[in-house]
């Protein structure tokens, strides 16, 4: 026990002598919450977008104003020529082009139907269906206005209104959204770079050596490396709990004690990973390296940014083995949803059986002895 | 094996794939002694050295240290010895004092030993104004000594040194021998590799290695006597480079 404690004062005379370290503690969270949960949105504004009106008709102008007058569009440039507006697309000028035929006013005062066009640039194939999205809506509005003021078929009012709700996030505010993947990120990072760049160091510098011919045991080693960095993650995760609370109103329906006790499990798994892939490097340009590959795959896939059920099959099957995306989903649903124990509980089993696995096979790897 | 001896090796072998770093060598070391492994770069002292300590295991032959098996009794022989790595061992953002405690509280020294020890030692070293830097802040020369007596801290019947003088100045590398000799008198063995010829004077008795072999091993007196030549120097050429001499 008392090695043990030798072991973890060590550690954290040398992390807290890192000039880096401090800053990197609390300025991460702030930052990371500050800047991704207000700029990963999935919500698209002052979207700039061409008008090639041949009509020049009072209904045409209407549709037109309809788009300004909205919060998501502004009106970049009227041309009399597709091709013209098209160029826009090359420059990024415009998203979308609005396109109104000759005759669309006459057209739908004669037969009582006509056709707009819109080209998107699809690029960003899911900005593209966004823009497509808030533009049809515009359409559907000005189309029953139309229809209602205009006394030419006053009998096809449409009857079928359809309202919405949004549950668990009724303002769709994609911070509150965000702020709990974003503290799942933050951990699994603590976790493992910090734990799997530490161990690393020790055997670039060759103090590893050193350790390996004392009478320290294994578990004690591993218990004095990793140990630290649970304390760090579990308080970077209260932290940021906080900054999410009191700075962004992100809701915690939940309990806060669950969610320490997932993340408590749940870091014992990515320390598992950063032990892991320390003892089958030699320098911290290796660790770095891989570690990022595994995160990276893991982040993408783990739902923060964009949703699981989103993706092919496949790769929902994959998800279900990246604690990053069980660990996210867990956080979301206790947060947002005040989900209980037996709801997370697919999860926290998950964690144990998952860091017992992860966490036997690093300690097999690391030897003492070649 | 008798125990009249602290290190004792039989035909110990180590070899990575199909390159023998360490080829059957034989050898008995008596306590308090000062045994010298000297050779070319590469001629495996260092890997003889790493089986000894238990942190690689031998491919075959026999070996004890501190009558602990090298094979099944490693965390035993750790209890009982000290070792000094060629690269540097103390960590170089802990003071002084930190790291002394730290190694301390490894080979489960009490607080109030540890208390004691650090005194001791920054005494010894006469380190005074040196106690609270970083150990990155220190000359080499005073980073290799306490080095070593941070190796030999927890009181070892054995010390493995691997060439501990490396690119230190003659004068401090004096001084590191007075400490070796201070440490055999009190009946710490010594086990020091080298290249440094002069240094090889020194000590009580010399194992010469070429090639993963021990080609000679005597006292250095009878060494040069044997090989007809009045320096260490020209014993190690005449043994590293035979077709050349």
Known sequence: MSTIFVLLKKEFLQIFRNRAMIPLIFFMPLFQLLILSNAATYEIKNIKFNVVDLDQSYFSRELVSKFTSSNYFILNKVSFNIEEAEESFKTLDARLVVYIPKDFEKDFRTNGKSEVQFIINAEDASAAGIINNYANSITRQYNADIVTKSSVMPDKTPLLNITYSNWYNPELDYRTYMVPGI???LVTLIGTFLSGMNVVKEKEI???EQLNVTPIKKYQFIIGKLL????????????GLNLGLFLFDV???????LILLLASVYMFVVLAIGLLVSTVTNTQQQAMFIAWFFMVLFMLMGGIFTPVESMPDWAQTIAYFNPIAQFNKAMRMIMLKGSQFKDVLPALNFFIVSGIVLMTLAVWRYRKSE | MEDRYIISAKDLTKKFGSFTAVDKISFEVEPGEIFGFLGANGAGKTTAMR??????IPTSGKATVAGFDVYKQTESIKKNIGYMSQK?????????KENIGFYGGVYGLSKQQRKEKTEFLIDLLKIQDARNKLIKELPLGWKQKLAFSIAIIHEPKIVFLDEPTGGVDPITRRQFWDMIYEAADRQVTVFVTTHYMDEAEYCGRISMMVDGRIAALDT?????????VGTMHEVFVKLARPQSA
């Open chain 1, 206 to 208: 060759g103090t590893i």
């Open chain 2, 220 to 228: 250095p007196a009878k060494l040069k006597e044997q090989f007809g």
């Open chain 1, 183 to 185: 503290l799942v990120a």
């Open chain 2, 51 to 56: 089986m000894l300590c238990g942190l690689s």
């Open chain 2, 88 to 96: 540097f061992s103390l960590y170089e953002d802990l003071t002084v």
């Open chain 1, 251 to 257: 809701p915690l329906l939940g309990s806060p004690l």
């Open chain 1, 228 to 239: 630290p960095f649970w304390i760090i993650g579990i308080f970077e995760l209260i932290f």
